[in-house]
């Protein structure tokens, strides 16, 4: 099981854009899916973007064309491109890591879209 620490979250205006990072404490070239989720207050967690080992990747129809999730398994790295960020795009984002017989969290970091 690994450790993961996000960073990059920041208020910026709507338009604006955003990488966010996940470090990961150790390997994560067997980690079938990493993840980049988001909460905002009041609503559930949801998925906002995924991608596999072998490289496959879904999003959120509402981010589907402006974020764009990556993986750099040499450096146990996964990212998130945010571009055209909207106000409602304004939440915690949290990096997860699924393997088969275990997943992990990070603690998050606040994205903020002023409008």
């Known amino acids: 099981q690994v450790q993961l620490v996000e960073s990059g979250g920041a208020l910026v205006q709507a338009g604006g854009s955003l990488r966010l990072s996940c470090a990961a404490s150790s390997s994560i070239f067997n980690v079938n899916t990493m993840g980049w989720y988001r909460q905002a207050p009041g609503k559930q967690r949801e998925l906002v973007a995924a991608?596999?080992?072998?490289?496959?990747?879904n999003y959120a129809d509402s981010v589907k064309g402006r974020f764009t999730i990556s993986r750099d398994n040499t450096k146990n790295m996964v990212y998130l491109q945010m571009n055209s960020l909207k106000p409602e795009d304004t939440a915690v984002y949290y990096c997860?890591?699924?393997?088969?017989?275990?997943?992990?969290w990070g603690q998050g970091t606040q994205v903020t879209v002023s409008s």
């Open positions: 991608i596999t080992s072998g490289g496959s990747t």
């Open positions: 997860n890591a699924r393997a088969v017989a275990w997943g992990s």
